[in-house]
């Protein structure tokens, strides 16, 4: 009978760590309207090495699957068939104002045929508890190939903070019409702004 009692004790700590830990992501919504999150992670530079076990979250605090099928169903990386665009990204900076994090995509035509893709990029912030937290996305714009001041999105997120942090930059290319392989390349770079 006592056995059977130091079992359920246990599970029941390990249920609370369990949900104590999918409590700890979603504090990162409340840390983007301003408050510190309570799990104690806060920005910083990512170090070396941190890549292979890091984890993203979207601005809810919800697990993203980088890897995942996108909003079509196609499999990231099963897409062999079809052709490969260039997705153009620039690194993470600060603005011409100093004021917000920012980040640009656009696209080149690879060995794809058609000349419109729909484009979007995303901005990413790393959290001492080796997360990338998701800060701000670009809408989605139908571009033709080749960037410039027009042809791009924007993300951009304000600075709450000068301290150095790491951000990621990361652009989605779905070309128009044509199967493509949907990679989503990113920059990575230390901006002097941080969000909490």
């Known amino acids: ?52 076990s890091a984890v993203y979250l979207d601005g809810a605090g919800q697990v993203i699957d980088m890897d ?15 052709c490969t ?11 011409s104002t100093g004021v917000t994090a920012s980040g640009h995509g656009w696209w080149e035509k690879g060995n794809c045929s058609n000349d419109r893709a729909k484009v979007f990029n995303c901005l990413y912030e790393w ?3 080796n997360t990338w937290r998701q800060q701000a996305c670009s809408e989605t ?5 080749g960037g410039g001041s027009v042809q791009r999105t924007v993300a951009r997120r304000d600075c709450r903070d000068t301290q150095r942090t790491s951000w990621r930059n990361h652009v989605d290319v779905d070309v ?10 990113m920059n990575q770079a230390d901006v002097n702004c941080r969000v909490y």
Do not use: C, F, W
């Not at 714009?141 to 190939?145: C, I, M, S």
């Open 1 to 52: 009978m006592l056995t059977r009692r130091l079992r359920l004790a246990a599970v029941a700590a390990v249920a609370s760590l369990v949900i104590g830990g999918a409590s700890a992501a979603t504090t990162a919504a409340s840390a983007r309207d301003g408050d510190q999150p309570a799990d104690t992670a806060v920005p910083g530079v990512a170090p070396s090495g941190s890549d292979a």
């Open 68 to 82: 995942a099928a996108d909003d079509s169903g196609t499999t990231r990386h099963a897409a062999a068939l079809g």
């Open 85 to 95: 665009p260039v997705s153009g990204r620039d690194n993470p900076h600060r603005s």
């Open 127 to 129: 959290y001492t508890d």
């Open 141 to 145: 714009k139908t571009l033709k190939p």
């Open 176 to 185: 128009i019409g044509e199967i493509d392989t949907g990679e989503r390349p």
